[in-house]
């Protein structure tokens, strides 16, 4: 559903679940949260104010 500026992070859906999945060069995605969405989200809104690409 989103993407971080360099693609490092996914905010995603899947079945009225939400969950944010990291890339991980050379191995693929891990996924670092998953529930509802107002936990997933502050997940997501956390790692992409953090993150600095």
């Known amino acids: 559903m989103e993407t971080s500026c360099c693609g490092e992070y996914e905010w995603c859906c899947e079945a009225g679940k939400f969950f944010v999945l990291r890339h991980i060069e050379g191995v693929g ?18 790692l992409v104010t953090a993150h600095h690409h």
């Open 29 to 46: 995605y891990e996924e670092t949260a998953r529930g509802r969405y107002p936990h997933a989200r502050q997940v997501w809104i956390a």
